[in-house]
């Protein structure tokens, strides 16, 4: 590997997010430019990504002039394979590996003597779990998109092999890569930072009113998808107002079951135990309700992903309940931060909420631990990590 001595190098970073111009400003995701400000800041030299021009008015995408960001922004035709071309001024790429058509480039990087590192967040049992969700498709076009899932599962850990490192974001992806690249760091993403931890007052503030009996604050947040099991929060709603535990579910967040759950809450006489929020502001809006005004955090994640969901109620002084999917089954046993319930078993998760309900010094003790390890794990700590990681394999000793 080329060791860059003499002036810092320069760093590509290759995603999938999704991309476009408009009316000459850029239209980007902001969780990714919130990510590319924090790699411009801490990598020591010239830094610049490369999308593929995929413009969509998106969730949670906005218009950023140009000139406004501290990183060039090169957009190439999604149809079009990158090529040697596409990496030219640029001494270290970082490339999604989550992506089948970025997954050439370990081979192509290697042929022109850059240095490529991947990052990689879902596993293959997750693949063919968002395949079989996907309600607009047959069960034959399932079954031959299961196959492509494992052909290209061969192809990432063939180009995985190549690379100089991996960085997983979550236990997961590291557990199942590990055999196929020694260099592999294992983090933790999320947005929550220093200044948005939950405070001592707040959490103190929190466990005062959960002993004193009051009612039991839940709050989901995300994409209302059937492949983020949203389905299930009605449901669990009704049953717990049917064993008479008096709560609110805040929901926030949009998405195609948004028109179901709302009527699902009218039909089933919810109003007050139920409030559909909508979509709203990470650090404005989101993030002061839930460390103000919430207990435990509701996931129905069905999938292993990596969900940054979780690091980020729990930063907020949250307890978490969920599935017992394979990222929260890990976080859950790592962090004591909540509970993991059997897959897709809304009923258990209910009759548990209705149990802790009663036990209210086990949701506090939750609280507390959720907020001393994502304290561990904020954005700065996590960045600052995977930036060193790529420096210490590039520059030399």
């Known amino acids: 590997m080329p060791a860059f001595a003499s002036s810092p190098p320069s760093l590509l970073v290759i995603s999938t997010a999704p991309a476009g111009m408009r009316d000459g400003k850029l239209v980007l995701d ?15 030299g010239p830094v610049g990504c490369l999308l593929p021009d995929n413009f969509s008015d998106q969730l949670f995408t906005g218009t950023f002039d140009p000139a406004s960001i501290p990183f060039e922004v090169r957009l190439h035709p999604r149809t079009r394979r990158v090529t040697a071309t596409e990496l030219d001024g640029y001494d270290v790429v970082l490339c999604s590996g989550d992506s089948e058509q970025h997954l050439h480039l370990a081979e192509l990087c290697k042929r022109v003597g850059k240095p490529v590192f991947f990052t ?9 779990q968002i395949v079989m969700l996907d309600r607009k498709k047959s069960l034959l076009k399932k079954m031959k998109s299961v196959a492509m899932v494992h052909y290209h599962e061969r192809r990432r850990r063939r180009a995985f092999a190549l690379a100089d490192g991996l960085q997983a974001n979550g236990y997961p992806a590291a557990r199942r890569y590990r055999a196929d690249n020694a260099n592999v760091l294992l983090y933790l993403d999320n947005r929550i930072d220093a200044g948005l931890l ?42 717990l107002r049917d064993q008479g ?20 809450i009218s039909r089933c006489g919810l109003q007050n135990h139920v409030r559909l929020r909508g979509v709203a502001d ?41 599935y017992d999917n394979r990222m929260w ?39 507390d631990n959720a907020r001393r390890f994502s304290g561990q794990h904020l954005l700065e700590r996590e960045f600052d990590m995977r930036v060193r990681f790529l420096k210490d394999a590039v520059t030399p000793c």
């Open 245 to 264: 535990v008096d709560f609110m579910l805040d929901i926030f967040g949009g998405g195609s079951l948004e028109g179901d759950i709302r009527a699902e």
């Open 30 to 44: 902001r969780k990714f430019v919130e990510g590319m400000r924090l790699y411009a800041e801490k990598w020591n």
């Open 198 to 239: 939950g405070t001592q007052a707040e959490m103190a503030a929190r466990r005062d009113r959960l002993m004193a009996g009051k009612p039991l604050r839940l709050i989901h947040s995300g994409r209302l998808e059937p492949l983020k099991g949203s389905q299930d929060l009605v449901p669990i709603a009704c049953r």
């Open 120 to 128: 990689i967040e879902n596993i293959p049992e997750t693949r063919r």
């Open 282 to 322: 990470f650090a404005t809006e989101l993030v002061p309700h839930a460390r103000k005004n919430s207990d435990i955090f509701v996931s129905c994640h069905r999938q292993s992903d990596p969900s940054c969901s979780y690091l980020e109620n729990m930063g907020c002084g949250l307890a978490i309940i969920g």
């Open 329 to 367: 089954d890990a976080l859950a046993r790592e962090s004591g931060a909540g509970w993991a319930l059997p897959l897709g078993h809304w009923r258990a998760l209910a009759d548990r909420l209705a149990s802790l309900d009663k036990d209210r010094l086990a949701i506090a003790k939750a609280a």
